[in-house]
């Protein structure tokens, strides 16, 4: 098992920046891909962006692109998002899960799942 704790979430207006944190525990965090997903109100989750075991590869949604970055510390089992530029549209809750397959970002191949952290845009 691995228990994920997202933090980090929380008001901003738009153009603004937050960092999201996913603190893993349980197995060990470098056998494990990790991605950020998020759930708008009214909407269907979707994939925002994957790391690889080894931090040295990422992937991101094209709506998020050049925007967010996603990083890894496997010394602190801990993954992050930094978000910059930040759009309404981005208002969701956000989630982070792990993988044991590769760089991936269908949700189904996720095993492990965090409650989600708040984020909301204003105008």
């Known amino acids: 098992q691995v228990q994920l704790v997202e933090s980090g979430g929380g008001l901003v207006q738009a153009g603004g920046s937050l960092r999201l944190s996913c603190a893993a525990s349980?197995?060990?965090?470098?056998?494990?891909?990790m991605g950020w997903f998020r759930r708008a109100p009214g909407k269907e989750r979707e994939f925002v962006a994957a790391?690889?075991?080894?931090?040295?590869?990422?992937y991101y949604a094209d709506s998020v692109k050049g925007r967010f970055t996603i990083s890894r510390d496997n010394a602190k089992n801990t993954v992050y998002l930094q978000m910059n530029s930040l759009k309404p549209e981005d208002t969701a809750l956000y989630y982070c899960?792990?993988?044991?397959?590769?760089?991936?970002?269908?949700?189904?191949?996720?095993?492990?799942w965090g409650q989600g952290t708040q984020v909301t845009v204003s105008s």
């Open positions: 899960a792990a993988t044991s397959r590769g760089l991936t970002g269908y949700s189904l191949y996720y095993s492990y």
């Open positions: 349980g197995r060990t965090f470098s056998d494990y891909s």
């Open positions: 790391i690889n075991r080894s931090g040295d590869n990422t």
